[in-house]
C-alpha cells in the first residue's frame, strides 16, 4: 500500500520536473542553428505554459528563474549578454502569459497565451538589440525576428493544445492540484 505524498512535495517535484524539462528542451534547442545568438524557438517555454493551470503564480515565477538559470549554466551563457535577452525573454512572456491565463483563464487558448509571449519576448529582445548591439539597424533583423517567433509560437501553440487534451499525465496533475 502506496503512502499519501503530501502536497507540498508533490508540487515541489512537479516544479523540479518542469524545471528539468525546460533544461532539456533548451539543451534541444541548442542543438539548431541560429541565425543571431538570441534568436530561439521557444521550445523551452512549453513547461512554463502546462504549469500554468497547474502551480501558483510564485512558483510559477520560480520556475521561470530556474529555467533562466539553468540555462544560462547548461549553455555557457549565464555572464554573457546573450543571458541578458534570454532573461529578459523569458521573464516579460512568462509574466504576460501569466497574466493573461489569470485574466482570461477559458477565454485564451493555449495558442493564444504562446503568441503573446512570442511576441512581448520578440519585441523585448529587438529593444534590447537596438540600444545594446546593434543600434538602429536593429530594425533590419525585426522582421524576420518576429516572423520566425511567430511561426514558432504557432507551432507550439497548436502542440501545447494537444497534448494538454490529451495527456493523462496532465489530468492527473490537475486532480492533484484540485483545478479540474
Do not use: H
Not at 497565451?113 to 523585448?124: F, Q, R
Not at 516572423?147 to 493544445?161: D, K, M, Q, R
Amino acid at each position: 500500500m502506496q503512502a499519501s505524498i503530501p502536497s507540498a512535495d508533490r508540487e515541489t517535484r512537479l516544479i523540479a520536473l518542469l524545471a528539468a524539462s525546460c533544461l532539456f528542451f533548451s539543451l534541444i534547442e541548442y542543438l539548431i542553428p541560429k541565425p543571431l545568438p538570441f534568436m530561439r524557438l521557444g521550445l523551452a517555454n512549453l513547461p512554463i505554459l502546462f504549469s500554468l493551470n497547474l502551480l501558483q503564480p510564485r512558483k510559477i515565477v520560480l520556475l521561470i528563474v530556474l529555467k533562466v538559470l539553468g540555462q544560462g549554466l547548461v549553455n555557457g551563457t549565464l555572464f554573457s549578454y546573450i543571458f541578458l535577452f534570454s532573461a529578459a525573454g523569458s521573464f516579460s512572456s512568462g509574466m504576460v502569459m501569466l497574466l493573461l491565463f489569470r485574466l482570461l483563464k477559458t477565454r485564451v487558448s493555449m495558442l493564444g497565451l504562446c503568441l503573446a509571449g512570442a511576441l512581448t519576448s520578440n519585441l523585448i529582445q529587438l529593444t534590447m538589440a537596438r540600444y545594446i548591439i546593434f543600434g538602429k539597424s536593429a530594425l533590419l533583423i525585426g522582421p524576420p525576428f518576429l516572423a520566425i517567433g511567430t511561426i514558432s509560437a504557432v507551432i507550439l501553440g497548436v502542440f501545447a493544445e494537444r497534448f494538454l487534451a490529451e495527456s493523462r499525465w496532465y489530468r492527473e496533475k490537475l486532480d492533484q492540484a484540485g483545478k479540474q
